[in-house]
Each structure stands twice: as C-alpha cells, then as structure tokens.
C-alpha cells in the first residue's frame, strides 16, 4: 500500500496532551510535509479518499462537531454537550456549548450553528431557540449522532475570501494553494489553548524529498514509502492504516458463466503472503470487498487458497487461459500480478495502461488480497473492459487488470 505515513494528526494530539512519561510545555511549530496538493481547504467530493481523509484531517484542526464518537462508537460531548431524541427519532433536541466563538470573534450561537446544519442538509428542519437546537426529519435517524460526528457536519463558515471559520484548536494563518498552509493556535478555544504555537504543512512534496528534508532537520514529520515502514530501519518511522484497497474485479458485463471463473480466481489467491511479505504486514486478507472487521461474516468468505480446487473450477468454467494485466506505474500492483501469474493455473502477465482506455460503471468484486480501514464503495469506478485489479483509493487513480484475453 503506497500511503504509508506517520499520521499528523497523531503527532499534533501528542502535543496537546500531557503523558506521566512526559509533560509538554506550550510553545513551538510542528512542520509536516506531505505528497499530495490540495488546491482547495475544502472536503473533495470525488476523489480518492485518501485525499478526502488528508482533507478532514486538517479540518478537524479548524472545526468542531456538535459530537464525536469514540472506539466504540459512542458519542461525547463537543459543541452540543446534551441531547435527547423522541422514541421515533426523528425529532432530536441539543443543548449547545454556551460562550464558544469562532475565529473570526463571532459567537457559535444555537442560531448561528442551526443556520450552517440547515445549509449542509436541506431534508433537515433545524432550527434554535436559545442555546437549545432542534433537528425534525421526515424520517426515523437512530443514527443521527454518528451521522453529526462525520468531517462533512463539521461547524465551517467562509470569510470573505474563502477560507474555513471554525472553533476548533487551530485557525488558519497563511494558505497558499497546493503548497503551504500555516495554522496557528486558537488563543480561546473552548477545549483549552493547544500546547503548539503553530502547524505549518508543506504540500506536494516526493517520498524522496521528504526523505531528506528530515534528515536536514527541515521538517518533523513525514510521509514514508511501504518498503522503509517494513523494514524498520528507524523507531521513527510509524504505520498508519490507509484508506485503500486491493481487489480483482470484474467489470458490469461480465457473462453470467464467468461466475465460475471468478471462484476460480479468488481460489487460486494465496492472501496471505501477498499480505505478510509483498505489503509488509499492512492491510489484512479479506473475502470481500469489505473488511472482515466491518462485515461480521468473516466466516461465510473464505481466504484459504485452494489450488487443486482452483484448477477444477477453472476447468469447469470453460476458459482456457488468463491474461492478467497490471498498471505498469504501480510496482506493488506488479509484485502482486507476477506473484498470481506464477502460481496460479493458466495465467499470463501483460503490461497495459488501462486507465487510458477505462470508462465508469459499477463492478462486481471477485477478491480482495488487503484492505486498509475504509472499504471500496460500490458507487462506479474506471474500469477496463475484461475486468482488473484494483490497486489504490475508491475511485483508484491507478488500475491493475485482471480477466480473460480479449
């Protein structure tokens, strides 16, 4: 998996908060650098979501939720510290934090929060009365504080030239597009002051860049390639788990016999070992295109390879040989495609740019050799004709192919 990094956000909570080992003194600016280059400080609506988590992450800094939600999924107090919902839950009533302020000084009043909620949902009747907010919707949302706790219900308002208002431990300083954001800390921030002066982020800057700007003292935290997080070389070097993943895939009109193909595919995978050594232990082995922590029928997927049975099914589904193909720009997905090709009945490796001749639709999904937290969506990706692996982020901004020759 590409996206191997220590995660900012991680650092900076380090230094927000007091350990026995160590106090930490207020005072000092943490400087991260980072691949990718937003244009925008807004969340992306289509893009990989690795770049919409890069998003919220910074936002996170800036805003607040009426809720957060914790390890196991309940919810705590943040701008709204009490709430309470009819049995029908679909009337939600919230106290809000009283004497909160935005950056910009203004007040983040029940009134002022209700009017950026009702922008942000426009089937949602939200409306104040004092420091009391209240949500009616048409329908039963027992999820409704899960649905507040995500980056896209954070309390954000625009000044006048477009930058993100919050009142959160940070505010923004200094924003140029693709290439620095400075943040500094929010002086009256009604979680207490942050113990950093200052985050300053660089963007768009190469794994090898990165690399050395560390080395040189220049930055504090880093972006690192899969093959330096497994080797640990350094105790500096932290695994984060990325939001991606790695899947055979089948496009929309694929035939109704090639059912047997793909279990033949999916039996012929040795999960494990992609996993263990070609990933460095990132991800986890998977039967579907979800997590198995996230669909709790683990047990009805099977990830045992099984190549005696693959070479039955393969005979049974009438297709003599496959050609697998990969993104040649991406040397996991190759790693990954010659180590199929190698063990797997009747396969072949071909190069190709898929990308340049891919079209969107929906998939149909054959296995999954890894997975990151966050699973791929079924709303439509680039594919290519015969079907593919992919390897990357929903939508993948690389393809890897997999399928019958055309």
């Not at 791929?376 to 680039?382: I, K, L, P, T, V």
Request: proline share 6%.
């Amino acid at each position: 998996m590409r996206r191997i990094a220590f995660l900012f956000l991680a650092a900076i909570s380090l230094a927000c908060a007091a350990t026995a080992a160590t106090r930490p003194r207020y005072g000092g600016t943490l400087r991260i650098t980072l691949q990718s280059a937003p244009n925008t400080l807004d969340l992306p609506a289509n893009s990989a979501p690795a770049d919409y988590w890069d998003a919220a992450r910074v936002l996170s800094l800036l805003a607040d939720n009426l809720v957060t939600l914790d390890a196991q999924n309940r919810a705590h107090p943040a701008l709204a510290i009490a709430w309470q919902s009819e049995a029908t839950a679909k009337h939600w009533q919230f106290t809000m934090r009283h004497g909160v302020k935005f950056h910009d000084g203004s007040m983040a009043s029940a009134g002022a929060i209700a009017q950026i909620l009702g922008a942000l949902h426009s089937d949602w009747n939200v409306h104040a009365s004092g420091d009391s907010l209240a949500i009616d919707l048409d329908t039963s949302v027992p999820s409704l504080l899960a649905e507040l706790a995500l980056p896209r219900n954070l309390i954000l308002k625009r000044n006048a030239s477009g930058l993100p208002i919050g009142t959160g431990a940070f505010r923004v300083a200094e924003w140029q597009p693709g290439k620095l954001l400075k943040l500094a800390a929010n002086e009256e921030s009604w979680s207490g002051r942050p113990f950093l002066d200052a985050v300053e982020i660089e963007f768009g800057k190469s794994l090898r860049d990165q690399a050395i700007a560390l080395e040189l003292g220049k930055t504090d935290v880093t972006e690192a390639a899969t093959q330096a997080a497994g080797s640990n070389a350094s105790p500096r070097i932290r695994t984060s788990l990325p939001v991606e993943l790695m899947a055979l895939v089948f496009s929309a009109n694929s035939k109704a016999q090639e059912s047997r193909l793909r279990e033949a595919l999916a039996l012929s995978i040795d999960r494990k070992p992609i996993q263990s050594v070609l990933l460095k232990g990132a991800g986890e082995p998977a039967g579907s295109v979800l997590p198995n922590w996230m669909t709790g029928y683990s047990s009805v997927f099977s990830t045992q390879a099984d190549v005696h049975r693959a070479k039955v099914v393969l005979a049974e589904s009438r297709q003599p040989s496959l050609t697998l193909s990969y993104d040649p720009r991406d040397p996991q997905a190759q790693l990954i495609a010659e180590r199929r090709s190698a063990r797997s009945p009747g396969s072949t490796d071909r190069r190709a740019y898929c990308a340049e001749r891919a079209r969107s639709r929906h998939h149909r999904a054959g296995f999954v050799v890894g997975s990151g937290r966050f699973p791929f969506g079924a709303r439509g990706a680039a594919e290519c004709r015969s079907g593919h692996i992919y390897s990357g982020s929903c939508p993948p901004p690389r393809i890897a192919a997999a399928g019958p020759p055309e």
